[in-house]
């Protein structure tokens, strides 16, 4: 198969028909865990409040740490779909959804313990603890559908059908939102009534999701193989990019937790205002994620193709789009900085401290866009032992920095820091960047 190569802003359009979806998508990530803290704020008493912050910390964490289920499976899709192999294709899903279920499957088996060593580990009384842990309770049953559907979404992507991913995350947020107002309202199930409804708008999304592939099928594939399937060579690059992405995912949330306690060192005040900043920084990573994961589709589709020029076309088309994001973010940071963190904070000493530090956040966007653009084009190519070495490389240089400049320039030192660590994961990537051409169009020709 040969990628027709369009003129220069047919690519521009191509770009943007999967970025935009994406970016739709992932704007209503946030959404599940603000129903919940806004439902829960209003419960009587601040331990349901505190008891839904712990259990959606929870999730967030296991759900961080396991999202590379997500970016192989668009990885390895994306070049099948480029290659046209739809046998490829089906053996790809199935091996990420059992890998999937087997990971829920291990989660559900310890979650007492998992549950207990949490808890205990994030703190808090006697009763947000007893209320986190019936939260948790309630959610974890459907963690098994809710990998999958992190498969079902890196399929998706990898067959660049960004409109029906953003259909499915509908789905799930549609359904939270009903269903938890119907559970904590109407039946008066508190805590458990919230974690049951994330759980079934998780199992809702599922089943959305497996009907978009049942109708996405191939007719006439050849009759599913089990030894193909698990086949010891297949599962092991499999396990071995989601091993890569795993430790990568382990030292980026290293570098966070941190920076975290960095800021906690320098008092309640700094804590707070950096958490403002940081939520500015998560809004523009959902954001230029999106052009990051249409780098990741079409690269991956490049180079099951074997069309160099189609590549070189992603990768430039897609950064410009990206740059150009954040570069707006930074003027809206600059120009509305102040404005975001009244809106976000009534707090005056948290006001101060982040306005004080919101210079660095308007320097973010355009600083951490060229990591996200390569952690996209390394996923598309399944270079995932690269972005692993390079991910430890940049955490081992926020480390050093970490652990010196704030001494020397208290907060402003960490962000210094920070953006180190946004610089040297870029840095790296880049040197790397090379070997994807080399490697990956190496068969070609």
Known sequence: MTIPVPDAWSWHRRVLKLAVPIIAANLTQ?????????????????????????????????FWGLGFLRMSTTGLVAT???AQDQTALR???LRALILAVCAGAVLLAVKGPLTATAVRLFGG????SEAASGYIAARLWSVPLTLANF???????GCQRTGLALLVQGVINAVNVILAVGLVYGLNLDLVGLGSATALADTAGFVAGVAILWRLRAENLPTLRWRRLLAFSALRRLMAANADIFLRTLCLIVCFTWFTHAGSRQGDVILAANAVLLTLQTVMAYLLDGFAQAGEALVGAAIGAGE???????????TQWAVLTAGLFSLVYA???????????????VRQAAIAFLPWAVASPLVSVWSFQLDGFFIGATRTRDMRNGMMFAMLSFLLAASSLPEMFGNHGLWASFLIFMVAR????????????RDGFLAAE
């Open 30 to 62: 946030p959404m599940l865990s603000t129903v919940d803290t806004a439902i829960a704020g209003h419960l009587s008493g601040a331990a349901s409040l505190g008891g839904a912050a712990l259990g959606g910390l929870f999730f967030n964490i296991v």
């Open 80 to 82: 099948a779909y480029g």
């Open 91 to 93: 053996d790809h899903l």
């Open 125 to 128: 009384g006697a009763v947000v």
């Open 151 to 157: 498969v079902i979404l890196g399929y998706l992507l």
């Open 308 to 318: 160099r020029t189609s590549y070189r076309r992603v990768i430039r088309v897609s």
């Open 335 to 349: 120009l509305a900085g102040s404005l975001i963190v009244r809106g976000l904070t009534d707090n005056a000493p």
């Open 426 to 437: 870029a840095a790296a990537l880049w040197l790397f960047l090379p070997h994807i051409e």
